[in-house]
């Protein structure tokens, strides 16, 4: 079993909707949660990161980190055709081994 | 600034060849990682260096695999006897700082093993 699970997609949203993307793990020592942003044969882009619990807010995206429960989510606010992408959540513990989920594919219509 | 840099974009080999990926990281950026991408799945990682040296190579498949950065910039991932399960996206990462969840990726190589 994959030490970060995520939730299979693919999505599609209107503009101007919320998109929720949402992540699990299993490593208890994980304490960096990172989301990425991976257009279609780009490389993956670094959104947010977080360490430990709590939530943290860019512009219209906010992360959230539970480490109670394991569970890690994005949300993705007003979006825009320009969001349309597959989004990729990784976790870490101290050092650098990302370990990635598979990535939800987001579709925003306009 | 530039990005991390890679080239080729693409490379297509036939099986039992050997092939040569390079990475060029950020300008002073001391650590660089090498991850894999699958089809539909996450990067999976593969070797991290911190300066010249490999600290960790213990994602390398097997021994057809190996990785240099001889200069602390440059690396170059280096595929013995090409097989068909190689092929994927490997994608390079380089951080500011050691041993850093702040990875900052390249647009990676498309290795396709024919």
């Known amino acids: 079993q994959k030490e970060v699970e995520q939730d299979p997609g693919p999505l599609s949203v209107p503009e101007g909707a919320i998109v929720s993307l949402n992540c699990t793990y299993s490593?208890?020592?994980?304490?960096?949660f990172m989301w990425y942003r991976q257009y279609s044969r780009k490389g993956p882009e670094l959104l947010m990161y977080?360490?430990?619990?709590g939530n943290k807010e860019d512009g219209r995206f906010t992360a959230q980190v539970d480490k109670s429960s394991k569970y890690i989510s994005l949300f993705i606010r007003d979006s825009q055709p320009s969001d349309s992408a597959t989004y990729l959540c990784?976790?870490?513990?101290?050092?650098?081994?990302?370990?990635f989920g598979a990535g939800t594919t987001v579709t925003v219509r306009a | 600034g530039a990005g991390v840099s890679q080239t080729p974009s693409n490379k297509v080999t036939e099986k039992g060849k050997y092939v040569e990926l390079r990475c060029d990281p950020i300008?002073?950026?001391?650590?660089l990682y090498w991850y894999r991408q699958s089809l539909g799945q996450g990067p999976e990682f593969l070797i991290y260096?911190?300066?010249?040296?490999?600290?960790?190579d213990s994602g390398l498949p097997n021994d057809r695999f190996f990785a240099v950065r001889p200069e602390g910039s440059v690396s170059t991932l280096k595929i013995q006897r090409t097989e068909r399960g190689d092929s994927a996206v490997y994608l390079c990462?380089?951080?500011?700082?050691?041993?850093?969840?702040?990875?900052?990726f390249g647009p990676g190589t498309r290795l396709t093993v024919t």
């Open positions: 260096f911190q300066g010249t040296g490999a600290a960790d």
């Open positions: 490593n208890s020592a994980f304490q960096y």
């Open positions: 990784a976790s870490c513990s101290n050092d650098y081994k990302l370990s």
């Open positions: 977080t360490y430990s619990s």
């Open positions: 990462a380089s951080s500011l700082r050691p041993s850093s969840y702040e990875q900052y």
């Open positions: 300008s002073g950026h001391t650590a």
